[in-house]
């Protein structure tokens, strides 16, 4: 079956950074765009970043020019770079595929058939 297992995350000083890993497995990884989305307390799913399965990046406007997501292929792992972190990026952080390489801006958790068990992102002084 399909499992996603994200980490990397933590408590970081505002300005500080983190670089999140999702590891996947039970898909052709090679062959399917990922994403990461994000749920701060009390809120809705906000898609963060999504990248296809040969590259081509794209990023919500809430996180453009800090955040960087890249994959290695041959881990079947992504990652989310995230610099100049700011108290509102606060969330738990997941990874998501449909298994395929089709870019969704998930703005539901059925927007995705795969998502990982998230990984908790803290920005506090």
């Known amino acids: 079956q399909v499992q996603l297992v994200e980490s990397g995350g933590g408590l970081v000083q505002p300005g500080g950074s983190l670089r999140l890993s999702c590891v996947a497995s039970g898909v052709t990884f090679d062959h399917s765009a990922m994403a990461w989305a994000r749920q701060a307390p009390g809120k809705g799913l906000e898609w963060v970043s999504g990248?296809?399965?040969?590259?081509?990046?794209y990023y919500a406007d809430s996180v453009k020019g800090r955040f960087t997501i890249s994959r290695d292929n041959d881990k079947n792992t992504v990652y989310l770079q995230m610099n100049n972190l700011k108290p509102e990026d606060t969330a738990k952080y997941y990874c998501?595929?449909?298994?395929?390489?089709?870019?969704?801006?998930?703005?539901?958790?059925?927007?995705?058939?795969?998502w990982g068990q998230g990984t908790q992102v803290t920005v506090s002084a």
């Open positions: 990248i296809y399965s040969r590259g081509g990046e």
């Open positions: 998501a595929t449909q298994g395929w390489d089709t870019m969704i801006k998930a703005t539901t958790w059925s927007d995705y058939d795969y």
